[in-house]
């Protein structure tokens, strides 16, 4: 009986034993656990993680349960950011074919004179080695004048002819003459004589013109007026090598330069060049009748063009009544301007000189007047329409002849 029990108890105990191993290990086995890794766009993860937990036990007969647990977990993330730089261009061409926008005038400020080329110059005019700048108009820079320089050393020679009795001369054909000047108009007054050659007009590097001073006697001509346009040129005048063949020499001799330079309210624009290209004209096949014609073009209004006007006036005290203009009769320092009719602008004004006389030039298309304010006299100008010259004559009479003229 003792021993039936004993087997029993062993029973027992071993049935305790394997309920309690059951009770903390369910399964039986051992348990792996595996992470999950979640990959974000434009993440890379490198190298591939691993996971690797172990969960060893070791039961004992004495029913003593020591679970063991050492997980070991490595897991290295290298993310490799990629920027992305996008950039969109939008490109529009519009074509309309048979759309044709026609340009539009832009109109000159108020007062601004148009004219069509520089205006000639009349003689004599103002010395700039006399005269402080700005200049504006026609001025004369004699030979002399600070600003001609010379290749090498011409020679000065005087006559009474010359503009200002002087003018400088070389017979060396590779000498020069230069002269930086500001305007829009240039003049070349030169020597012509027997023994004078072919020289050259060079504007900015430009040759403008081939001068023959070549002249059976001596004389002091100028060459025509050249449109170089607004800003500061150069000039230099050369030689050509070259002359006439009844030419005794190839000296090259200077008398002045004159240059012309505008107002502010100037603008020189030359009228464009016509130029002609003939066009083919188809011809019609025989036997058609043209029914329809393209509409008749209608005439416009043809602005006139303006032209230049040189007003001369004389001012004068008839002191003996001979209703003449004598000498030392002139009166000087009045003032004298042409206006425009209908507005009263003043287009140009100038004053007497000592002998009473005063010379204008304007360019306009427009009808004008001559003016003198001190002593309220009106003259028209008929022709300014077409240019030309117009005189006029003041004569002052002793009755009339207030005590003191300004």
Not at 314 to 338: F, K, L, Q, W
Not at 340 to 360: C, H, K, P, Y
Request: aromatic share 8%; with cysteine.
């Amino acid at each position: 009986m003792r021993r039936f029990l004993l087997i029993m108890t062993g029973l027992c105990l071993v049935t305790w034993g394997t309920a309690l191993y059951l009770l903390f290990n369910p399964a039986g086995h051992s348990t792996t656990t595996l992470p999950t890794l979640m990959v974000l766009p434009s993440i890379t993860p490198s190298p591939t993680p691993t996971n690797t937990p172990t969960f060893p036990h070791t039961p004992t007969a004495t029913a003593t349960f020591t679970p063991t647990n050492t997980p070991t977990s490595t897991a290295t993330f290298t993310p490799t950011l990629t920027p992305t730089l996008s950039t969109r261009v939008v490109e529009i061409s519009a074509i309309m074919p048979g759309v044709y926008v026609p340009p539009t005038l832009t109109p000159f400020p108020s007062g601004t004179i148009l004219l069509p080329a520089p205006p000639p110059p009349v003689e004599p005019l103002l010395d700039a080695t006399n005269e402080p700048p700005p200049y504006e108009g026609w001025y004369s820079f004699e030979s002399d004048n600070p600003n001609v320089s010379y290749a090498t050393a011409w020679e000065s020679r005087l006559n009474a002819a010359a503009s200002r009795g002087e003018y400088h001369r070389s017979e060396n054909v590779q000498s020069y003459a230069s002269f930086s000047f500001e305007g829009e108009g240039l003049r070349i007054r030169y020597v012509a004589a027997l023994n004078m050659g072919i020289f050259q007009v060079v504007v900015d590097g430009v040759v403008i013109d081939t001068v023959d001073a070549y002249a059976p006697e001596l004389a002091f001509p100028g060459t025509r007026v050249y449109f170089v346009g607004r800003g500061t040129h150069t000039l230099e005048l050369r030689s050509a090598q070259q002359r006439n063949p009844q030419s005794e020499g190839y000296v090259l001799a200077l008398d002045a330069v004159q240059v012309f330079r505008g107002t502010a309210n100037t603008l020189i624009i030359p009228p464009p060049a016509a130029t002609y290209t003939p066009t083919l004209q188809p011809q019609p096949a025989a036997g058609v009748e043209l029914v329809g014609a393209p509409p008749t073009v209608q005439p416009t209004a043809t602005p006139i063009a303006p032209s230049l006007v040189t007003v001369s006036v004389v001012i004068a005290y008839d002191e003996n009544g001979n209703r003449a203009v004598d000498p030392a009769e002139g009166v000087s320092g009045i003032s004298v301007r042409v206006v425009e009719v209908g507005t009263n602008r003043v287009i140009t004004q100038a004053f007497t000189d000592s002998s009473g006389f005063a010379q204008l030039q304007v360019v306009t298309s427009a009808q004008a007047r001559v003016v003198v304010p001190y002593f309220g006299k009106v003259w028209e100008v008929p022709n300014s329409r077409r240019g030309g010259n117009v005189s006029f004559t003041l004569l002052l009479t002793p009755r009339n002849q207030p005590g003191l003229i300004p």
